[in-house]
Nanobody
Framework: QVQLVESGGGSVQTGGSLRLSCVAS????????MGWFSQAPGKEREGVAI???????YYDQSVKGRFTISRDNAKNTLYLQMNSLKSEDTAVYYC??????????????????WGQGTQVTVSS
């Protein structure tokens, strides 16, 4: 059974930083396509950043230069370093995974496995 457990969310002021973590189990992490997605109230879930098994990354334009996605295959853990946070970054952030046969995609429908989400609130 695949499990993704996120942590690291919280409340910060504008300009602050947070680091999200996602520990994966039940799938071959080294070959998994992984991603971070966000969902703000009243909006659809959308891609924030993704990383391939080989370490290639892609970011939504709104976070490029502020967020960094990374993975530690030895710890089966995915990270999202979030710097220079803005109020518009406020959302629930989800970790997602696609196992063998996955694709490098920002579309939520391409990821069969999801974490429970962690709230990020940025206030001025």
């Amino acid at each position: 059974q695949v499990q993704l457990v996120e942590s690291g969310g919280g409340s910060v002021q504008t300009g602050g930083s947070l680091r999200l973590s996602c520990v994966a189990s039940g799938l071959p992490f080294t070959s998994a396509y992984m991603g971070w997605f966000s969902q703000a109230p009243g909006k659809e879930r959308e891609g924030v950043a993704i990383i391939s098994p080989g370490g290639d990354t892609y970011y939504d334009q709104s976070v490029k230069g502020r967020f960094t996605i990374s993975r530690d295959n030895a710890k089966n853990t995915l990270y999202l370093q979030m710097n220079s946070l803005k109020s518009e970054d406020t959302a629930v952030y989800y970790c997602a995974a696609a196992g063998r046969g996955g694709v490098f995609s920002m579309l939520p429908k391409r990821y069969p496995y999801w974490g429970q989400g962690t709230q990020v609130t940025v206030s001025s």
